[in-house]
């Protein structure tokens, strides 16, 4: 079986880049990110200092027909860019509801890149949802904004557990309905 092309998966073009499946030869540049503490900190699951075979695990994770989340790379390749510069997923939560996430990698912050993911993947809308839902830490206005901006609504104040800083951190949740 050729895991390579995860044929229920879309692409998805965002704005200068293309948002694909994950690919084998990803896995060092996904770890290279990953492997970044500034990256880990923002994340729920992403461990610091990032453990041999992580990077490698997470595409066989996202490669399984099996599956519960879908994962896209930030990839401009083709414009000449990089060939991942962040990641964004969407985890089925119920019938019609997926929840959002997403990391940039700390060179291309402050770009647009993590808007554009996030504009893309609403329009696309690959999991017919009628709701999507986002968490993010609360030491992370940025991310606040991205989601703000791709209208996405404040539903309230929650917690999480970061492996990456061994802590529970207060989060905020978002949502945005879609037709």
Excluded at 11 to 16: L, T, V
Excluded at 41 to 65: D, F, K
Excluded at 119 to 139: R, S, W
Aim: net charge negative; glycine share 8%.
């Amino acid at each position: 079986m050729n895991m390579e092309l995860t044929p229920s998966q879309p692409r998805i073009e965002a704005d200068g880049f293309l948002l694909r499946p994950l690919r084998g030869s990803d896995a060092g540049l996904i770890a290279l990110h990953m492997g970044d503490e500034r990256v880990a900190r923002m994340t729920r699951t992403i461990p610091h200092p990032l453990p041999p075979g992580a990077a490698e695990a997470l595409v066989t994770r996202a490669q399984s027909p099996e599956r519960a989340e879908d994962l896209w790379a930030m990839d401009a390749s083709r414009q000449g860019g990089a060939e991942v510069m962040g990641l964004i997923g969407l985890e089925r939560l119920a019938e019609g509801q997926s929840q959002v996430a997403f990391w940039v990698a700390p060179a291309f912050w402050n770009t647009g890149v993590a808007s554009a993911a996030l504009t893309a993947i609403v329009a696309a809308n690959p999991h017919g949802c009628q709701t999507l839902f986002a968490e993010i830490f609360q030491d992370s206005p940025a991310s606040a904004r991205v989601l703000t901006n791709a209208g996405f609504a404040y539903l309230g104040d929650a917690e999480s557990y970061s492996v990456a800083r061994g802590a529970t951190v207060p989060t905020w949740t978002y949502t945005r309905k879609l037709s």
